[in-house]
């Protein structure tokens, strides 16, 4: 019974690099999400795909990009890392709206 | 102000007390939800309610729509119940609206 599973768990980057983190899910979820979660702060919304083949901004979209590159999995790309991005990542997927979200384990990202 | 409120934002009990975390949200929402974050770890559903009560083992969660206001409560309370407890509310869109939080301690 995977559910989400995140890759990868712990990453250090260097100001620059770029990386791509990956998400799948296994339930046949439409909906998947990107979150960033950081000290003091409710998880922020980065991207999220309300179907295969459509993405959309979120709260905190600037310095991400998305691919929704088939219903079980949605990748999230740093193109150049900085280290406000610093944070917690969290992917998740629901069925449909409003019904209960499923969340991966987290990444752990640090930008020197 | 933000629109999903949680109180306390720390909280410490002695195994066996009864506990209860609150939440008030500001906006209208379709649903509401409970979810747990161990230390390290990833983030699980516990509740989601739009109505009402709902209980899973020595967990209950209620709302107050009319009041905007959601409590989780714990019975019992174990040191495994150390997490940190999220309330999150959903609205028409596919997006989730968290709170900040709150660290539960049990201690034995």
């Known amino acids: 019974n995977a559910g989400v599973t995140q890759t990868p768990k712990f990453q250090v980057l260097k100001t620059g690099q770029s990386m791509t983190l990956q998400c799948a899910q296994d339930m046949n979820h439409n909906s998947m999400y990107w979150y960033r979660q950081d000290p003091g702060m409710g998880l922020r919304l980065i991207y999220y795909?309300?179907?295969?083949?459509?993405?959309d901004k979120g709260e905190v979209p600037n310095g991400y990009n998305v691919s929704r590159l088939n219903k079980r999995e949605f990748s999230l790309r740093l193109e150049s890392a900085a280290p406000s991005q610093t944070s917690v990542y969290f992917c998740a997927s629901s069925a449909l709206r409003d019904s209960e979200a499923f969340f991966g384990q987290g990444t752990r990202l640090t930008v020197v | 102000k933000n629109e999903v409120e949680q109180s306390p934002q720390n909280l410490t009990a002695q195994e066996g007390e009864f506990i209860t975390i609150n939440c008030s949200y500001s906006v209208g929402i379709s649903a509401l939800h409970w979810l747990q974050q161990h230390p390290g770890g990833g983030i699980v559903s516990l509740f989601m309610l739009s109505s009402g009560k709902k209980k899973h083992g020595r967990l209950i969660a209620t709302i107050n729509i009319q009041e905007k206001h959601s409590s989780l409560h714990i019975t019992a309370s174990h040191p495994r119940d150390s997490a940190v407890y999220i309330c999150?509310?959903?609205?028409?869109?596919?997006?989730?609206?968290f709170g900040t939080g709150t660290r539960l301690q049990v201690f034995p």
């Open positions: 795909s309300a179907s295969e083949g459509t993405t």
């Open positions: 999150a509310v959903s609205r028409s869109t596919d997006k989730l609206i």
